[in-house]
């Protein structure tokens, strides 16, 4: 059963940082690329970054130079290091797998305000 376990998220002041985790277990985490996504309030989910198998990386025009996604094949997991955050990165952050079908965390709050 595949689970995910997202953490690290919190209240930061605009220009801060945050990392959050994303545990992985249940499927063999190394052959799959892995996603962030998030959802502000009234706001459709949006894909920030994702990771494929081999390292390759990719971003959102939004948070692309400040985000930055990495995996620990050996820890399963998977982080999204967040630099320089706005108000505007305010929003539920959810890790995300595409196996047979999707699967999802239960999602990390993270707040950006003064």
């Known amino acids: 059963q595949v689970q995910l376990v997202e953490s690290g998220g919190g209240l930061v002041q605009p220009g801060g940082s945050l990392r959050l985790s994303c545990a992985a277990s249940g499927f063999t985490f190394s052959i799959y690329a892995m996603h962030w996504y998030r959802q502000a309030p009234g706001k459709q989910r949006e894909l920030v970054a994702f990771?494929?198998?081999?390292?390759?990386?990719n971003y959102a025009d939004s948070v692309k130079g400040r985000f930055t996604i990495s995996r620990d094949n050996a820890k399963n997991t998977v982080y999204l290091q967040m630099n320089s955050l706005k108000p505007e990165d305010t929003a539920i952050y959810y890790c995300?797998?595409?196996?047979?079908?999707?699967?999802w965390g239960q999602g990390t709050q993270v707040t950006v305000s003064s």
């Open positions: 995300n797998v595409q196996r047979t079908v999707p699967y």
């Open positions: 990771i494929t198998t081999t390292g390759r990386t």
